[in-house]
């Protein structure tokens, strides 16, 4: 049995959009997200890290951002209910800068182009890369610029 792309989706799964503007876009992280380090991208990679890079699913591909900032929001949200005590849970943030678009071509090879076409919306949910999406968007990102 092949695993779809929402099967794919929700093991790389991160966070949600919660703010969308065109230069920056702000995250809640779940509470089930990594805290130091990611294991579910093929290998262990700090997570989550300044300048680091996270997805968004868009029409034809995703938009690549890059984190600029991370935050822990203190908040009187009550957690998981039990019979014993209720305890506010902080909320884990961050924000994107959109730098960009990473599609598959024709011969199933990750591209990545500068700029959006189309942006997330509030409730999307943001996915962290694997190490092939990583690689062949380092690789663009040299190419186009240097």
Same mark, same amino acid.
């Given at each position: 049995?092949?695993s779809t792309?929402i099967d794919? /989706?929700s093991?790389?799964r991160?966070?949600?959009i919660?703010?969308?503007?065109p230069?920056?876009?702000r995250v809640?992280?779940?509470?089930?997200s990594?805290e130091?380090?990611?294991l579910? *991208?093929?290998?262990p990679?700090l997570f989550?890290?300044i300048n680091? /890079?996270l997805?968004?699913?868009?029409?034809l591909?995703?938009?690549?951002?890059?984190?600029?900032w991370?935050?822990v929001?203190?908040t009187?949200?009550?957690?998981?209910?039990?019979?014993?005590v209720?305890?506010?849970m902080p909320?884990?943030k961050?924000?994107?800068h959109?730098?960009?678009?990473?599609s598959?071509n024709s011969?199933?090879?990750?591209i990545?182009?500068?700029?959006?076409?189309t942006f997330p919306?509030?409730?999307?949910i943001?996915l962290?890369p *694997?190490?092939?999406q990583?690689?062949?968007?380092?690789?663009?990102?040299i190419?186009?610029?240097?």
């Amino acid at each position: 049995m092949s695993s779809t792309p929402i099967d794919q /989706y929700s093991s790389l799964r991160i966070g949600i959009i919660e703010y969308v503007a065109p230069d920056e876009l702000r995250v809640v992280l779940d509470n089930e997200s990594p805290e130091s380090i990611a294991l579910n *991208t093929g290998s262990p990679r700090l997570f989550p890290r300044i300048n680091g /890079y996270l997805l968004v699913p868009i029409d034809l591909g995703f938009m690549v951002g890059q984190i600029s900032w991370i935050t822990v929001e203190r908040t009187p949200f009550i957690g998981k209910e039990s019979n014993l005590v209720n305890l506010p849970m902080p909320l884990r943030k961050l924000q994107l800068h959109p730098i960009g678009e990473l599609s598959k071509n024709s011969n199933d090879e990750f591209i990545f182009s500068r700029g959006l076409e189309t942006f997330p919306s509030v409730g999307d949910i943001v996915l962290i890369p *694997t190490e092939e999406q990583l690689k062949e968007n380092h690789i663009k990102i040299i190419k186009k610029v240097g």
